[in-house]
């Protein structure tokens, strides 16, 4: 099963996927990591679908944020659809849960795939946020303009089996 989680930032996406992983044992991969810097979002959930989860491919490079290029190359740790260990695999991030990317999932681990749209108000996700990173703030305003253009295409609510609300 591929577990595909979105929302915006701040929203915990990386928080829910980390007690996944916990209770469930499954690999996490971060969308933030093949994000190309911060102008990178919409390249970023490309890389989902076109090479994470694309069956010929099956992993990705990662970007380095603090050398501003890109880094080692990351396997994803599952198999194609009917290999001898297809494995299940969680991916977070914003950009994560678009129709291409739930169709190339279904191409590997077990055909099973599952969205979930993490939902939270404005505010509080840039507390979260600036709290996590200060150094965010002086992008949050750009990424966020990203986001509503992904997010105004893609509409990965409407896209996701489960919606949380999260306080």
């Known amino acids: 099963m591929i577990l595909l ?35 990178g979002l919409a390249a970023g959930s490309a890389t989902v679908g076109e090479s994470m989860l694309d069956p010929g491919i099956l ?24 290999s001898a260990a297809p494995g299940s695999l969680i991916i977070e991030g914003c950009g994560a849960l678009t129709e291409a990317n739930l169709a190339a999932a279904c191409r590997i ?3 099973e795939v599952w969205g979930v ?6 505010e509080t996700r840039h507390a979260r946020a600036m709290a996590r990173d200060p150094e965010f703030d002086s992008h949050w305003g750009m990424w966020a303009r990203q986001e509503d ?19």
Do not use: C, Q
Not at 10 to 18: D, E, L, P, R, V
């Open 5 to 39: 989680i979105d929302g915006r930032s701040g929203s915990g996406k990386t928080t829910f996927a980390a007690k996944l992983r916990g209770v469930l044992g499954w690999p996490v991969l971060h969308v933030e990591d093949a994000y190309p810097g911060w102008d």
């Open 117 to 122: 749209w993490l939902d939270l108000d404005a």
């Open 109 to 111: 681990g077990d055909g």
């Open 149 to 167: 253009e992904h997010y105004s295409v893609h509409r990965p609510w409407d896209l996701a089996e489960w919606i949380v609300r999260v306080r």
């Open 59 to 82: 992993g990705f490079r990662r970007w380095d944020w603090y050398a501003d290029d890109w880094a080692e190359w990351v396997p994803t740790p599952v198999g194609p659809a009917g």
